[in-house]
């Protein structure tokens, strides 16, 4: 039973457009939620959070947006750059657990 | 070292054989997490040790499978009679706290023949 479900396998965007990432959880327990990216061959490296308290967190080109009626968070990339071409993780935390995985989204940022 | 440290960054075993995969967290970092990743599929949840707690072992497949942790030091994870399908990359990573950011190493690249 997935807690974290990222429905898109894989996005492509063209380069200066914006890039938008979305996340579903199912566990109302999730109190904290985090995206990280990775490149491949590396380990994924911590990109942006927010806590169920706030509905938005910005962090220069990025700015992750939470919606605890839909249990559902986006990550917005704004203006895409090839460099941004990675898999991006959503992730999720509550109560005494862990982290919780997404599956991951290939995002094709096209020149 | 200043990241969290993986050995070995590369392990080619035979199936049956048994595998040891280390990870050094960054000091002080009491949560440590254990996470693979199949070709092709997202991060799998293994195992996660914080502080002296019982830690959660949840995620890990099978019996095969088991993990220790020093104190909040050095951890690492066994895979006995290694099967084709425990081929992934082995990820570990650490955090000050239970839901802080995570700190991920390079992993280690297991592959079964």
């Known amino acids: 039973d997935q807690q974290v479900k990222q429905n898109s396998p894989s996005l492509s965007v063209q380069e200066g457009r914006i890039s938008i990432l979305n996340c579903d959880y199912t566990n109302s327990m999730f109190d904290y939620f985090l995206w990280y990216k990775k490149y491949p061959a590396e380990g994924p490296t911590f990109l942006i959070s927010i806590s169920s308290i706030k509905d938005k967190n910005e962090d220069g080109r990025f700015t992750v947006f939470l919606n605890k009626s839909a249990k559902h968070l986006s990550l917005h990339i704004v203006p895409s750059q090839p460099g941004d071409s990675a898999v991006y993780f959503c992730?999720?935390?509550?109560?005494?657990?862990?982290?919780?995985f997404g599956k991951g989204t290939h995002l094709i940022i096209q020149p | 070292g200043a990241g969290v440290s993986q050995s070995p960054s590369n392990k080619v075993t035979e199936k049956g054989k048994d595998v040891e995969l280390r990870c050094d967290p960054i000091s002080g970092h009491t949560a440590l997490y254990w996470y693979r990743q199949r070709l092709g599929q997202g991060l799998e949840f293994l195992i996660y040790?914080?502080?002296?707690?019982?830690?959660?072992k949840s995620g890990l497949p099978s019996d095969r499978f088991s993990a220790e942790r020093t104190g909040e030091s050095v951890s690492t994870l066994t895979i006995q009679r290694t099967q084709q399908e425990d081929s992934a990359v082995y990820l570990c990573a650490s955090s000050k706290t239970r839901s802080g950011e995570l700190f991920f190493g390079e992993g280690s690249r297991l592959t079964v023949l």
């Open positions: 040790f914080q502080g002296n707690s019982a830690p959660d």
């Open positions: 992730a999720a935390s509550g109560g005494a657990d862990g982290l919780t």
